[in-house]
């Protein structure tokens, strides 16, 4: 029953996906829906599941036509972020969590904008502070972070009972 449950997942995080190839404006907000998918997954089924499910979506993502942006951000961050942050807050201790959210997500940035500029000839920080960048994406990420909270703790109470199994 997970295997079909995670099938449903993988499908509409492709859907999600591909709907941000053709509707731009909202691609951080397919992104979040394809990760909480993954996240629901985790919840359901476990790592072993979740991954699974990130792994399907990931290989649907690189066979279809997608927008590649959308693709390197799911495989890069969103797709798995969710798993990780499972294991994450079982430290309980917020101090530790957010240090550790916030540290992994400035070097995946950073790795993320090192190959990037790699096959760019301009480098983006000849354009923007990178400080800035900086900030602004790890005050984004915590908003994200939350909003997942949110949507799991409704998901568990309210949501998950109401899924026939």
Not at 113 to 128: Q, R, V
Request: hydrophobic share 55%; net charge positive; with cysteine.
């Amino acid at each position: 029953m997970l295997l079909v449950f995670g099938g449903i997942c993988t499908a509409l995080s492709v859907i999600a996906l591909c709907l941000s190839t053709y509707i731009h404006i909202n691609t951080l907000a397919f992104l979040a829906l394809a990760s909480a998918l993954t996240g629901v997954m985790q919840i359901e089924g476990g790592t072993r599941y979740s991954l699974l499910t990130f792994g399907a979506t990931s290989f649907l993502l690189l066979i279809l036509p997608v927008d590649r942006l959308s693709f390197i951000y799911y495989i890069g961050f969103f797709g798995y972020y969710p798993v990780l942050k499972f294991y994450i807050e079982r430290l309980d201790s917020l101090k530790w969590e957010l240090i550790i959210k916030t540290v992994f997500f400035v070097l995946i940035s950073f790795l993320g904008l090192w190959i990037i500029t790699g096959f760019l000839a301009k480098s983006i920080s000849e354009s923007l502070p990178w400080q800035l960048i900086a900030l602004f994406g790890v005050l984004l990420m915590h908003v994200f972070d939350y909003a997942l909270s949110v949507f799991f703790s409704v998901y568990e109470k309210k949501i998950r009972n109401k899924i026939k199994r």
